[in-house]
């Protein structure tokens, strides 16, 4: 049984607000020997107060894994997305976390190897950056969880597509950030997307999902829901929803992968710690 490594989304605790007001919520990060996070900037980090930020996770003993932010490249025109790359860039850089997650974008004319290309140019710069920093780029795919992408123009939401993509850029400082549940309500055969992409993968987001009725007929309280055109979706607790977590592990690992499997289960504050705690014993059983 493969030993892996577990780190945590800190938005699990506390959303978009700062984590250095709420680091006495991250002792259930020792009692469960998760000793990472992924941090999101601006939220939970900048690069005015990384240095700060670092100190007091260091301080209980917690480590950064991975800077994440809202950043969309393609179809993006104000620079925003470039700009928060470059500052998760340095941040990472300074607290020695070894991969920023980025997000692809929208917009275009529905041309996947267009866009591919398009993306390819515009991340280029920033590849070169990361590499001479030591981080890894990592891109996480998506679905249209948010009403941004309604013509369903991100790339990152075909597996097949995301493999062209990483082909055309074919730069050590770039890798993808595999969410199988994601691919799952991005109605993707999540096996097979995992087949098709292990030996591209640098970062792993994990939780699971299960389709709902219309109107969230069958929800369960305490859990996200999430659309995606005409579907509904709902996270529910590691290993009893659609995602075929055996067989993606199984995928990624026989494909060489041994970096972070970062848990983010997304559901309410109460149920939070055991389901951390759930999601640990799956992880660390199989």
């Not at 950056?129 to 939401?157: C, T």
């Not at 995602?243 to 289960?265: I, K, S």
Request: hydrophobic share 40%; charged share 20%.
């Amino acid at each position: 049984m493969p030993s892996r490594e577990l780190t945590v989304a800190a938005p699990e605790f506390v959303g978009t607000g700062p984590l250095v007001d709420s680091l006495d919520r991250l002792t259930v990060l020792r009692d469960l020997g998760v000793s990472a996070l992924e941090l999101w900037s601006p939220w939970q980090v900048t690069e005015d107060d990384a240095a700060e930020v670092g100190a007091a996770l260091r301080a209980v003993g917690v480590r950064v894994a991975c800077v994440s932010s809202p950043s969309y490249l393609h179809g993006e025109e104000t620079g925003t997305g470039r700009r928060l790359i470059e500052s998760s860039i340095r941040i990472a850089h300074e607290l020695g976390a070894g991969r920023v997650n980025t997000y692809f974008g929208h917009g275009g004319d529905g041309d996947d190897r267009h866009a591919a290309r398009t993306y390819a140019g515009l991340v280029a710069p920033l590849l070169d950056q990361a590499a001479e920093a030591g981080v890894l780029i990592v891109l996480e795919n998506e679905f249209d969880g948010f009403g941004h992408d309604p013509e369903h123009y991100d790339i990152s939401r075909r597996a097949a597509s995301l493999l062209h993509l990483a082909e055309v850029i074919d730069h050590p400082a770039f890798r993808l950030n595999f969410d199988a549940a994601n691919f799952a309500c991005a109605g993707e055969e999540v096996a097979k997307a995992a087949a098709l992409l292990a030996p591209h993968v640098g970062y792993v987001h994990v939780k699971d999902v299960i389709t709902v009725g219309p109107g969230h007929d069958g929800a369960a309280a305490g859990w996200n829901t999430y659309t995606d055109g005409d579907h509904t979706y709902q996270t529910v607790e590691l290993g009893t929803g659609e995602v075929p977590w055996d067989d993606v592990l199984d995928r990624l690992e026989g494909a060489g992968y041994d970096g972070p499997f970062t848990l983010e289960p997304h559901c309410q504050p109460e149920l939070l710690a055991d389901q951390l705690a759930v999601s640990v014993a799956y992880l660390t059983n199989r």
